[in-house]
């Protein structure tokens, strides 16, 4: 996973503690971590921005963001193709 160019990944201390909380969250499901999710987190707002093979992986992206404690709300920008990633 990656930030996001040109702009602050993080708003505080408290943010980015929160945002490698929500990567490492993301990283943990098998099914997600060959995805190039962009992890940007301000005032206890996660952003989600990338591409995943299925909606369903949109879905569960949000839902783990939402597990991480002190993650207010979960913005997604995520986009699917309907396929599913190919082995490297």
């Known amino acids: 996973m990656k930030s996001f160019a040109n702009s602050p990944v993080a708003s505080s201390p408290a943010d980015l503690s929160l ?10 499901d098998p099914r997600l971590e060959r995805c190039a999710i962009e992890v940007k987190c301000a005032d206890g707002t ?7 093979p299925k ?10 963001a939402l597990t ?12 699917w193709t309907d396929k599913e990633l190919r082995e490297l």
Do not use: F
Not at 46 to 52: D, E, F, M, S, Y
Not at 55 to 64: G, H, I, K, N, W
């Open 19 to 28: 945002m490698t909380q929500v990567r490492g969250a993301l990283l943990s």
């Open 46 to 52: 996660v952003t989600l921005r990338g591409k995943v």
């Open 55 to 64: 909606a369903e992986l949109a879905l569960r992206s949000q839902q783990l």
């Open 68 to 79: 991480v404690d002190g993650v207010d709300m979960v913005q997604t920008e995520l986009t």
